[in-house]
């Protein structure tokens, strides 16, 4: 089977092309690099071209015979949703409404799409489940979704068989360490500290140490990239093994179900690098909620889903790795 990867040159889209790849499928990679890497394709067939593009989007599945699209090719950072909704919106919105249309036109009805928890918003009651209530409080969240909406009403004309699958925070490097994070800028807590233990940074901050957690810091669901990709690929087995004539919605959050806090995250680098750096406490972010971790047991139940890296310490040795094998990043 054929499959196109949109940000395929991205974080998670990178190690997705390498699981199918080691899986037997044949990625093809379709990214602008607006934020990806060249050098993370490694041996995907690589096409070079933006979700707008209706035209290259629909050539690129009738030449290459594509049976199923994967979607990682959203911006992703939530402060610049805030201060940049319309960008946000036609990107992942706009853009991803252009790409379903496509896949209409070439007769391609299986989708896997790269949701996230900000669909729930904030919740008082953890760990949140499928059913929890969707309030998103930011245009990100929004724009993730009203892409689920779109794909539950175009499922319903018997056209689409989509998965949503609701990440929480995807970390560590993938396929053996040789794939990792690389976002510039980078956002996320467990790059950031890597790089103040690295002494690239020359602080790591803790935004709020009066929360009521257990050590006053937010406390976070971090899963490994490796299985989230693997939740992904039994989600395509699952939706190219149902009924092509009947419509098909898979549902899912992906998380560990184990919360760290900021300071059992900054603790797990300082031990894995053996190395010393300041931490700032600083004032907390408005909107930030003291404990945010997933219930994940109906993908594991429905899929087979099997976690195999669910100890923060072997998320972080991952990432550690890469990114002392990759000071500079993918330098392309």
């Not at 995250?265 to 300041?278: A, Y």
């Amino acid at each position: 089977m054929r499959v196109l990867v949109c940000g395929g040159a991205g974080y998670i889209g990178s190690n997705m092309a390498s699981v199918l790849t080691s899986a037997g499928y044949e990625p093809v990679v379709y990214d602008n690099l607006s934020t990806g890497h060249h050098l993370a394709v490694k041996d995907a067939e690589f096409v070079k071209g933006d979700l707008n593009d209706y035209q290259l989007l629909l050539k690129t599945l009738r030449d290459y015979r594509i049976q199923a699209v994967f979607h990682f090719a959203a911006f992703i950072e939530v402060g610049e949703s805030v201060q940049l909704p319309l960008k946000y919106y036609r990107n992942n919105l706009s853009n991803t409404q252009n790409l379903l249309w496509a896949m209409e036109q070439a007769d391609v009805q299986i989708f896997i799409f790269s949701s996230s928890a900000a669909v729930y918003g904030i919740l008082e009651k953890t760990p949140i489940n499928e059913n929890a209530p969707k309030r998103p409080i930011n245009p990100y969240g929004s724009t993730k979704l009203a892409v689920e909406q779109m794909c539950y009403y175009q499922s319903q004309t018997g056209r689409l068989r989509y998965a949503a699958l609701r990440y929480f925070n995807a970390a560590g490097a993938g396929s053996d360490a040789t794939l990792g994070e690389d976002h510039r800028p980078e956002s996320h807590l467990i790059p950031l500290t890597i790089a103040a233990a690295m002494g690239k940074r020359r602080d790591i901050q803790i935004f709020g140490t009066d929360y009521p957690t257990p050590d006053g810091t937010c406390i976070r669901d971090y899963i490994h990239v490796d299985d989230l990709c693997t939740a992904h690929l039994l989600a395509l087995e699952k939706l190219a093994g149902s009924n092509k004539n009947k419509s098909s919605e898979l549902i899912y959050n992906l998380g560990n179900g184990k919360g760290y806090s900021v300071k059992e995250v900054i603790e797990t680098v300082r031990q894995i690098s053996g190395k010393d750096f300041q931490v700032l406490p600083v004032q907390r972010r408005p909107g930030d909620p003291p404990v945010l971790t997933s219930d994940a047991s109906k993908a594991k139940t429905e899929l087979g889903w099997d976690i195999k890296f669910p100890k923060l310490e072997q998320i972080v040795e991952s990432a550690w790795q890469w990114h002392n094998q990759h000071p500079k990043g993918y330098e392309d």
